[in-house]
């Protein structure tokens, strides 16, 4: 496969740009080689900047529900751009996604955009502080919010010891309030918050894994968490940054019928823009400046274009049937690999809900960051560049998920299930 644009490509990127990324992930350094640039991408795929074509299940990490380059997303956001592209004024573009947003996720009575998913889990995360004048949080080992220093910070020795930081630049003391619990195992929530009792401000979680690979919670464990943390004041917050609008339209919150008190979006909301958004009861959102003291701010947020884009976007996914063609296609390509895994003897455990899957090279079951860090990540490197190199586009990482688009079609499904056999075949 000719890549020797790409590759020239890198070498000038790395001169000027850290990693030669604008986000980590894209470097290919979880599966070796160097990263394809795109040049475009239509529908299900992109096309690199060598000419080669790949059906994309990466969506830009999740925000592609519609797939690339959608007619009326592109027009959407075209004709707005001609009358201006932001003003640092309110329109009534950004109430309309509002209101879209406060119709369909059952925990959002009142909602503030930004711009980006770390935005939103920060800024959420600091009202809760400020509603509750509580200190520390409570997060799950290997959930990703985005890059806040004090969520940057990996689970310490003991059950619910306090962070540590996990990055280069974020002072211990920075981690020192941030409190880390396995997945999955409500107990040790339990734990965590009698060990610190009326001192946690929040527990913030992603009501499904999705950056350990996909990892679905137990039956009943969103139930608990709301009742333990109803119990003891602490604002239950969903990071629905991936599954807000992906796995149903009122995202993971409703799919399992678990409402929190507050929820963080991203990705899909923006269409394709940058947008972010963090909302919940009114009565923690009157917290936020200028109505309340819990200071949050941001130049473009809520800009026309992005909210445009967004606003195209969810429009498409409330029309009629949408969940039921993602959720049926996504379930073939599951079923077609989990079959291609059995019949060549390869030991794998496979994952998803709705739309977003994870194929793990291990023989364990994968209920928490733990069962997932035991994959083979050899032989998810193979897997990958076999893909690759028959034209089929996955996470460049053990640790992230795929997503089926609705402009997937059946011969994509079919096309990425042929390729993923013959590379199964060959795994050594
Ligand atoms: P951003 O700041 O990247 O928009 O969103 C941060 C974020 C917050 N919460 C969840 C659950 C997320 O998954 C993310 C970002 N996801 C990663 C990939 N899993 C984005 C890709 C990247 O980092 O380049």
Not at 163 to 189: C, I, K, Q, Y
Not at 214 to 235: A, F, K, M, S, W
Request: hydrophobic share 40%; with cysteine; aromatic share 8%.
């Amino acid at each position: 496969m000719e890549s020797s644009k790409s590759l020239a490509a890198w070498e000038k990127s790395q001169q000027l740009i850290p990693g030669g990324v604008n986000s980590p992930v894209r470097n290919f350094s979880k599966v070796g080689g160097h990263p394809r640039f795109i040049e475009r991408g239509a529908g299900s795929k992109i096309y690199d900047i060598d000419g080669n074509a790949y059906i994309d299940y990466v969506a830009s990490w999740g925000p592609l529900v519609l797939g690339h380059a959608h007619p009326s997303v592109v027009e959407a956001i075209r004709s707005v751009a001609l009358n201006g592209t932001s003003f640092g004024a309110p329109t009534t573009r950004e109430t309309e996604l509002a209101d879209i947003i406060v119709n369909a996720v059952p925990s959002i009575e009142q909602v503030r955009l930004v711009n980006s998913g770390t935005e939103a889990t920060m800024s959420a995360i600091r009202v809760a502080r400020g509603y509750t004048g509580r200190d520390k949080i409570l997060k799950i080992d290997s959930c990703y919010h985005g890059h806040v220093d004090y969520l940057l910070a990996k689970a310490g020795s003991g059950v619910a010891t306090f962070g540590l930081s996990d990055s280069g630049g974020v002072p211990e003391d920075f981690a020192r309030n941030t409190l880390t619990v396995p997945f999955n195992n409500p107990d040790a929530v339990r734990e965590a918050i009698e060990a610190n009792p009326d001192e946690i401000a929040c527990l913030i979680l992603e009501p499904i894994m999705g950056n350990m690979g996909i990892i679905p919670p137990r039956e009943g464990y969103l139930d608990q968490l709301r009742e333990i943390t109803e119990e003891h004041g602490i604002v239950l917050i969903f990071d629905e940054v991936i599954t807000g609008f992906r796995v149903a339209y009122g995202g993971a919150q409703s799919r399992y019928n678990v409402t929190p008190d507050m929820t963080c979006l991203g990705k899909i909301i923006g269409g394709g823009l940058p947008v972010g958004a963090y909302g919940g009861k009114r009565d923690i959102m009157r917290c936020v400046a200028p109505e309340g003291d819990v200071y949050q701010a941001g130049t473009l947020s809520g800009n026309p274009l992005a909210v445009t884009a967004g606003i195209t976007t969810l429009k498409q996914l409330a029309e009629p049937g949408v969940y039921e063609q993602l959720e049926d296609r996504a379930a073939t390509l599951a079923d077609g690999l989990a079959e291609a895994t059995q019949k060549h003897g390869i030991d794998a455990w496979h994952s998803r809900v709705g739309s977003m899957l994870m194929l793990y090279f291990t023989s364990e079951t994968v209920t928490d960051a733990d069962g997932a860090r035991t994959a083979d990540t050899e032989r998810f490197q193979q897997y990958f560049w076999g893909l690759l190199e028959r034209g089929v586009y996955v996470a460049p990482s053990q640790f992230e998920a795929g997503f089926v688009s609705l402009i997937h079609s059946e011969e994509d499904i079919n096309n990425t299930i042929q390729a993923a056999t013959q590379v199964l075949a060959n795994l050594v």
